[in-house]
């Protein structure tokens, strides 16, 4: 079953959760409150700041930081396997 949408945009704090780039929504949401998360080299502090396809994520992992590329979107939280459908890595330091 596939659960990517034709959407062409989609709350950050929602992708981050769908795509399983963090454990759950709260999370998410705390990192995008203290200004963590980056769309596009610029701080998100709103976790309804919509994103769209192509747009470049930083986010922090572990003790370094992750750049993401949006891919795609979806209305569920899809399985680790499909997850990778919603974004493209593209740096990490």
């Not at 990517?4 to 992708?15: A, G, P």
């Not at 192509?54 to 939280?77: A, C, E």
């Amino acid at each position: 079953m596939n659960y990517q949408t034709e959407l062409t945009c989609q709350r950050i704090d929602i992708w981050l959760w769908h795509a399983r780039i963090y454990k759950s929504r709260s999370i998410s949401h705390f990192l995008i409150k203290n200004e963590i998360i980056k769309i596009n080299s610029k701080s998100v502090i709103k976790p309804a700041t919509l994103i769209k396809k192509d747009d470049i994520i930083t986010i922090p992992w572990n003790n370094s930081s992750r750049v993401i590329q949006v891919l795609g979107f979806s209305t569920r939280r899809v399985s680790a396997k499909l997850c990778h459908s919603l974004y493209k890595e593209i740096l990490e330091k």
